[in-house]
C-alpha cells in the first residue's frame, strides 16, 4: 500500500489459484520521473505490458527500502502473472 497526495493506492496482486500454471513476478523500475515513465511506455511497445497496468510514479519513501535511491527518483510496480513451461 502506498500513499501520494493523500491518496491510498493498493497494488492488488493476482491471484496464482487462478490460473494454476501462472506465477506471479513482480516488476520495480526505479529511476528518474522521465527515465521511469519512458521505460514503461518502451515495455508497452515491445507487448510485453500495458501501460495501466504500472502504478503511477511514487516517491521513495526514506528509510523505508534496503534500496538506496537517489534524491529525486520515482519508482513504478508492475506484478504479472507469466505462464510456466
Given at each position: 500500500?502506498?500513499?501520494?497526495?493523500?491518496?491510498?493506492?493498493?497494488?492488488?496482486?493476482?491471484?496464482?489459484?487462478?490460473?494454476?500454471?501462472?506465477?506471479p513476478?513482480?516488476?520495480?523500475?526505479?529511476?528518474?520521473?522521465?527515465l521511469?515513465?519512458?521505460?514503461?511506455?518502451?515495455?508497452h511497445?515491445?507487448?510485453?505490458?500495458?501501460?495501466?497496468?504500472?502504478?503511477?510514479?511514487?516517491e521513495?519513501?526514506?528509510n523505508?527500502?534496503i534500496?538506496?535511491?537517489?534524491?529525486?527518483?520515482?519508482?513504478?510496480?508492475?506484478?504479472?502473472?507469466?505462464?510456466?513451461?
Open positions: 500500500m502506498s500513499q501520494e497526495s493523500g491518496i491510498i493506492h493498493t497494488l492488488t496482486e493476482p491471484s496464482p489459484d487462478a490460473e494454476p500454471k501462472r506465477k513476478i513482480h516488476h520495480i523500475l526505479i529511476g528518474s520521473h522521465k521511469v515513465e519512458r521505460t514503461v511506455f518502451q515495455l511497445q515491445a507487448r510485453y505490458a500495458e501501460v495501466y497496468r504500472w502504478t503511477h510514479p511514487l521513495i519513501p526514506e523505508r527500502l534500496l538506496t535511491p537517489k534524491p529525486g527518483e520515482v519508482m513504478s510496480l508492475l506484478v504479472r502473472l507469466v505462464q510456466l513451461a
